[in-house]
């Protein structure tokens, strides 16, 4: 089919042809085209077949407002025909399509709709067996409705995202847009222009007549150096306080806006009759978009239904395209074209009272009934009325209502900076569009402090006339369709309302209306209307469901952007990679879990445990949480945040710090390491330290003591030096720490320099033997690690990593705080009875502790051990009579004893050592072990006061 | 002897910098000494120090809360008379050892900082002299007007983030080398 | 997204703040029942209409009260703990 001349095709460009395919079949169209319109060019009007019934679909809006035009792109699938842009060589098929799009295997479905009422997917699809949905009917169902193939394959692309700030945001770029946008950057404001279509101008764009009004807001528009226009970006929804997501291609801009005017215009709404889902039949708009935009014939011969201004001018555009009029019909009782009809009537238009009853045709329209007669034509155009944009404004607290008078929805904004003009506020007269603008405008710079100019009201001289309501009779033999994406006709919703479900959310989920891609777009309007009339109410009462962001599709690419996984990394991070450390993330930090190639894992975690037990082995604890707690009131700080006492606690001394929240549970657990008086330097889970400091902080914004709490944990480096030749290393390194025996003992902290970097050294340590624990300021940890590295030389000094770490510390039975303990856990659960003060008048938690002791003790944390073949693993049950009473917390096997250890939650009544309990194994088996006491090695701790 | 993440054997080491659109430069060796607490805004104006208001700069001193400030390219001396002065005088901070310093600056500077900063930097919104306190790059971060002959910005964050950050930045930055290329 | 205005750092993100849930009055765990202490610790309101609540400013670490109608979602105004001293 050859193209219309210029003007005509403002969007294309015909020095460009642009080759593709669809169906395998070759088509040509231009740059500029989408791919509905290159197709129709070519006589291609069906796009697809309808969800349930499988009937042949084409374009019906060109403003994407249908599914029937969803394609299948080789790395997108439910690509809008009517809005992608064809692109060379591009590979377009079919979906929904069993076989081909002309041979649809599954058209029969049509002939079945009387068997597949409304509802039918609930009460059919329900068994034979519980999980029948899931496991059969859903994926042949989903492989039926056939909505589009995911590419796995295809290739990366970025994604980007910014913030965008504005002190107006002005949604939609067409008459009432641009206006506003112009009136709000010539009062001085910074503004911003946002229309999804890739040119402004809105319906300026293929309207008859609108040239050189669009002319000139352009130029204006053009030429104001504070208003930036964005075209192809798309609004998807607003939230609160102004802050609305603008995608643009692949680009997600976050914007914050001072003020937003929404110009979001109208949709036009089709007309309910028999088989008004042929391709063919099509909205007067998206007759005109296909000649004005893509200089495409929509037909050679119409039939045309108007109840509006703007049919009367899409069929004076159709003449004058070269299309003949078979008959125009106006459903208006009495109702004139004035002076637009005399001219058609001029050019022998015939112009009757009556309305589409019902359209036919294989797979395009052939005829359509009006007043009882069968007009040929291959062209149905409806132009009945429109429907405002609603759903920005109804994300925004807007509320819908409805004219009776002029049969048109109105939204009633919310008390907030948000304005509304044009199309969507109900107007459609260029006068008054252009006065709303102009007015929103000014309200805007009213509230942002600009100077302002009063905007007279001005009468819209064609509100009255926009709209129509076509009465809405269900055809006795269906296929009357109100929502075109779920293929429901007019009896299907009225049987919803009949079933019982006169609510309209209660129709939409029994009936699935306005749940398909389209959103409603083109169904909303008809369903309020058929669900009012069904149940008596007004339009208004019945309203449209609740409309959400998004407002359009949007990929999961532009929501996630960039994927930054947070990482942290200690200072001696490059060491333990030169070392061989298989460095893996723990929480966002990187730690070396052992040294050595991965396929030796086993032996090598294993020698690491061993160089500890019987010579010397060094951790990396930087990572650990170090906090400083300093001011006159520390002690009484740290007295009240922990459960122990520290107040008397001598300088010089290390105290473990175990720490509950107001429920009694432990939630963390380190050492407070008293340097000063009032100095403590204390430590803190990996994990939790973030959370630790910033209940701290919480706590003292309540208790307002004289302290000040510092995270010093990236500040600090440490390692650990442990193991029964610790002593002879540090006593090898340069210091003025003296570290013997009797200077510096079990628990001590002593401060000095070590190799001349500044040190914090603390006798603690996770494995129970010998252990300083060395800690500096982390831009000296490198110098620090080569000297204690040089000293550890002669004494086979080895780096562990974080598994030998926990076999280490299982060994000794020492809790991991979270591995071992979870949100229940009181300190008497852990036999930690010892590091909860009695004499302390408070501390948090102190009070539901008590509680919580007085009435017994539930569960208790022991140590088992497992010789036999069977080991539970983390998690694995342990039962009393059969009953779960606890669980398995850690397990490992230990290198030193040479058995399977492990922690466990038991009965409180079988928590004596000795006593047998039962744990279930992963495989089902039941394994019964003694309960043995939480250290499994040195049980007396003699090896870490050596 | 000491060793800041992006030295040779430092954390970040071999962390490339990005340069063009925008350039990244490390100034994690640049002198700050930090205080906090009770005391704090007392022994800084003792010591001839302008205090400014809370987010605010003069003169190389940043003032982040009621009682905590941060003073860049400090004399030498200071934690001398620091250490001598009696107290109140607020609390060492550690901040050459807690934060990594950098800055960023070139023909895309704004573009960028918009992508990498809730914060609206524009100029005309954020003056010269103001602090934010806020995200860049995804960690928590204190940023300022830093311009050195054109445009620029300051940046303290997590000293354990550093690799992070630079890659992050990197990352934002290559839409602009795309456009550029 | 929505605006909370920090009194240290001004209007943010409210993604750059954690909330710390609605002011409680602290009990004397002394001379408090135990029903009324497991009250105080797992009964939460829930009103309606304005309440004050605890917020935290991550990146300064700036702890600070608002007023917030739960009905609304509309914060009133917020404050420095100090003013709560200050009323006491």
């Not at chain 1, 080759?19 to 319109?37: L, M, T, W």
């Not at chain 1, 669009?214 to 964005?230: F, G, S, V």
């Not at chain 1, 540090?730 to 001349?756: H, K, M, N, P, W």
């Not at chain 3, 954690?18 to 009964?43: I, M, V």
Request: with cysteine.
């Amino acid at each position: 089919m050859t193209r219309l001349p210029a003007p005509y095709g403002s969007r294309i460009n015909r020095a460009k042809p642009v080759r593709f395919s669809f169906e395998n079949k070759p088509f040509e169209g231009f740059e500029g085209d989408v791919i509905a319109s290159a197709l129709a060019a070519g006589g291609q009007w069906m796009l697809s077949r309808s969800f349930k019934y499988h009937r042949p679909r084409g374009l019906m809006s060109m403003a994407g407002a249908e599914a029937d035009t969803l394609v299948q792109l080789p790395s997108d699938p439910n690509a809008q025909a009517d809005l992608t842009p064809v692109t060379e060589g591009l590979k377009v098929t079919a979906q929904n399509v069993n076989g081909s799009l002309e041979n649809d295997r599954d058209a029969f479905m049509d002939k079945l709709g009387r068997f597949m009422p409304v509802g039918f997917y609930y009460r059919t699809f329900m068994g034979p067996a519980r999980s029948s949905w899931l496991k059969l009917w859903e994926p042949l169902i989903r492989k039926k409705a056939g909505l589009g193939v995911i590419d796995l394959k295809a290739p990366h692309q970025d994604y980007e995202k910014a913030n965008l700030y504005c002190d107006v945001l002005v949604v939609g770029g067409g008459h009432a847009g641009l206006a506003a946008a112009i009136e709000a950057a010539q009062g001085g404001a910074d503004v911003i222009l946002a229309e999804m279509e890739p040119e402004l101008g809105g319906a300026l764009t293929y309207r008859r007549g609108s040239d050189a009004m669009l002319h000139d807001l352009l130029y204006q528009a053009r030429k104001l150096p504070n208003l930036r226009l964005m075209t192809g970006t798309t609004v998807n929804g607003w939230f609160e306080d102004n802050w609305l997501p603008l995608i643009q291609g692949r680009k997600l801009f976050k914007t914050r806006a001072q003020e937003v005017i929404l110009a979001t215009g109208c949709i036009e709404q089709p007309a309910i009759f028999r088989n008004n889902d042929l391709p063919g039949v099509m909205l007067g708009s998206a007759a005109q978009r296909l000649m004005r935009h893509y200089a495409v014939k929509p037909g050679s011969r119409a039939a045309m239904m108007a109840a509006n201004p703007d049919g009367y001018r899409v069929a004076l555009d159709l003449l004058e395209a070269g299309v003949e009029i078979a008959l125009l019909a106006d459903p208006r009782p009495g109702g004139s074209g004035g002076g637009l009809a005399d001219d058609l009537r001029a050019k022998g238009v015939r112009i009757v009272q009556g309305q589409f009853e019902e359209a036919r045709g294989k797979s395009h329209v052939s005829e359509v009934k009006i007043a009882g007669e069968w007009v040929p034509c291959d062209l149905a155009v409806v132009s009945v009325g429109y429907a405002p944009m609603w759903q920005l404004p109804c994300h925004a607290g807007a509320k819908l209502g409805y004219d009776e008078d002029t049969a048109q929805f109105s939204l009633t904004l919310p008390d907030a900076p948000i304005g509304a003009a044009g199309g969507v506020a109900g107007l459609f007269g260029a006068e008054a569009v252009a006065a709303s603008a102009q007015s929103a405008a000014q309200t805007a710079l009213a509230r942002l402090g600009k100077d302002t100019r009063d905007i007279a009201p001005v009468p819209d001289s064609e509100a009255s006339l926009a709209n129509f309501e076509l009465p809405v009779n269900a055809n006795p033999k269906g296929k009357d369709f109100i929502d075109r994406d779920e293929d429901l006709q007019v009896k299907d919703l009225q049987n919803a309302v009949k079933e019982g479900y006169s609510e309209l959310e209660l129709v939409k989920r029994f009936s699935t209306v306005g749940m398909g891609p389209s959103q409603g777009r083109h169904s909303a309007l008809a369903t309020a209307r058929t669900v009012a009339k069904a149940t008596s109410r007004k339009v208004a009462e019945v309203g449209v469901t609740t409309a959400r962001p998004p407002f359009a599709p949007e990929t999961l690419g532009v929501l996630s952007g960039h994927h930054h996984p947070a990482e942290r990394r200690s200072a001696l991070h490059q060491e333990h990679i030169r070392l061989g450390a298989d460095m893996r993330p723990v929480g966002a930090w990187r730690r070396p879990y052992f040294y050595g190639p991965k396929t030796d894992a086993k032996r090598l975690i294993e020698e690491e445990v061993h160089a500890v037990r019987n010579g010397v082995g060094v951790l990396d604890v930087s990572t650990l949480g170090g906090l400083e707690v300093r001011g006159p009131d520390a002690g009484e700080f740290l007295n009240r945040i922990y459960t122990m006492a520290y107040k008397k606690q001598p300088v010089g001394r290390c105290r473990y710090c175990l720490m509950t929240n107001e429920m009694g549970t432990v939630i963390d657990d380190g050492v407070a390491y008293r340097l000063a008086e009032d100095l403590y330097y204390v430590t803190a889970t990996t994990g939790a330290v973030a959370r630790v400091y910033s209940d701290m902080l919480f706590w003292n914004a309540q208790w307002r003591l004289d302290v000040d709490v510092l995270n010093v944990t990236a500040a600090f480096s440490g390692f650990n030096i442990t193991g029964p030749k610790a002593r002879a290393i540090v006593e090898a390194l340069e210091s003025d720490i003296d570290f013997s025996r009797d200077g510096f003992a079990y628990l001590d902290g002593r401060e000095g320099t070590v190799a001349g970097v500044p040190v914090r050294a603390m006798r603690i340590g996770f494995t129970g033997e010998l252990s300083y624990e060395l800690h500096c300021p982390s831009t000296y940890a490198k110098t620090l690690w080569d000297a204690v590295m040089q000293a550890g030389v002669t004494h086979g000094l080895r780096p562990y990593g974080l598994e030998a770490s926990r076999i280490l510390r299982l060994e000794k039975g020492h809790i991991l705080i979270g591995q071992d303990t979870d949100a229940l856990t009181s300190p008497d659960e852990l036999g930690f009875g010892w590091a909860v003060s009695k004499t302390k008048p408070f501390f948090v938690g102190k009070r539901a502790i008590e509680m919580r002791r007085n009435k017994g003790l539930p569960r208790k944390l022991v140590g088992l051990t497992f010789d036999g073949p069977d080991v539970p693993g983390e998690s694995c049950l342990v039962l009393k009579d059969d009953i779960p009473v606890g669980h398995v917390t850690s397990v490992l096997w230990s290198p030193t004893l040479n058995t399977h250890i492990a922690l466990a939650y038991v009965h409180g009544d079988d928590a004596a050592e000795g006593t047998p309990v039962t744990v279930k194994c992963r495989n089902g088996a039941r394994v019964t072990a003694p309960v043995r006491g939480h250290a499994f090695f040195d049980p007396d701790n003699k090896r870490q006061e050596l | 002897m000491r060793l800041y993440p992006l030295d040779p054997q430092g954390a970040a080491e071999g962390t490339p910098l990005i340069t063009g659109p925008v350039s990244l430069r490390d100034d994690s060796r640049t002198p700050r000494f930090g205080l906090k607490g009770r005391g704090t805004v007392s022994f800084l104006q003792a010591q001839g120090y302008e205090v400014p208001e809370v987010n605010r700069i003069a003169n190389g001193l940043l003032r982040l809360g009621r009682e905590e400030a941060v003073v860049l390219n400090h004399p030498e001396d200071l934690r001398t008379r620091w250490d001598a002065a009696a107290a109140p005088k607020g609390y060492y901070s550690w901040r050459e050892e807690t934060w990594a310093m950098m800055h960023l600056s070139g023909p895309h500077l704004f573009d960028l900082m918009a992508k990498i900063c809730p914060v609206n930097l524009a100029n005309g919104a954020f003056a010269q002299g103001e602090i934010a306190q806020t995200r860049v790059g995804y960690v928590e971060a204190i940023t300022w007007r830093d311009d050195r002959g054109g445009p620029g910005f300051s940046v303290l964050f997590d000293i354990a983030a550093t690799a992070f950050f630079a890659n992050a930045v990197a990352t934002a930055a290559g839409e602009f080398e795309r456009e550029t290329a | 997204m929505k605006i909370l205005t920090c009194p240290m750092n001004g209007p943010r993100n409210i993604n750059e703040f954690q909330s710390f849930g609605p002011l409680k009055a602290n009990p004397d765990p002394e001379t408090t029942s135990d029903q009324d202490w497991a009250r105080h610790l797992f009964r939460a309101d829930n009103t309606r209409g304005v309440i004050v609540e605890w917020w935290r400013h991550v990146p300064s670490n700036y702890f600070f009260l608002a007023e917030r109608n739960a009905t609304t979602n509309e914060v009133i105004r917020t404050f420095d703990p100090s003013e709560l001293e200050a009323a006491q």
